[in-house]
């Protein structure tokens, strides 16, 4: 019995929950057992919306002779053939943008500005924010990447949103 790598705690804590929901039923009764399952699951919702992935991303060559053609396919860092760019980040938010989780996306940002300065001695040139899997940004996340990019700026860093769609791409 392997448990794959791409499975990580979120996706099991659906047992969690059928578990919560099972004892409680026999314990508690029915009623009370479905509720104590429902408020467990939304628990569990709150926590991963305010905690999303973030996964870091590299490139991967499209053609077998692309060492500068530029035809790149971004994916996962931990990809086989995922490859860095020098001096620049590019990373992937799985989940809504808003005040509540914008803090988290900050605090990710600087721990790997830090990795980085202290791995290469250098700070990075550019940080890229893959928005394709962003369903929402709200206006308090609009100010905070407003400010973000500003700061960035004054430091030489350029910050870019891309893969943008739907309402985020309009904001």
């Not at 830090?114 to 709200?138: M, N, P, Q, W």
């Not at 860093?157 to 791409?169: D, K, S």
């Amino acid at each position: 019995f392997a448990i794959k790598k791409e499975y990580n705690w979120k996706c099991r804590m659906d047992i969690v929950v059928w578990c919560v929901g099972f004892l409680c039923t026999l314990y508690f009764g029915a009623f009370e057992g479905i509720l104590m399952a429902v408020f467990m699951s939304l628990c569990l919702i709150l926590y991963q919306v305010v905690n999303p992935d973030i996964a870091q991303l590299g490139y991967k060559a499209t053609t077998q002779n692309d060492s500068e053609g530029r035809a790149r396919m971004w994916v996962n860092r931990s990809h086989v053939d995922a490859r860095e760019e020098n001096g620049i980040l590019v990373f992937r938010l799985e989940g809504p943008l808003f005040y509540a989780n914008v803090e988290s996306v900050q605090e990710w940002l600087e721990e790997r500005e830090v990795l980085y300065a202290e791995e290469t001695g250098e700070t990075y040139k550019g940080i890229i924010l893959s928005a394709s899997a962003v369903s929402f940004v709200d206006t308090s996340a609009m100010s905070t990447l407003g400010e973000m990019m500003k700061s960035y700026a004054e430091r030489g860093v350029l910050f870019f949103v891309a893969n943008t769609f739907g309402q985020v791409g309009r904001l």
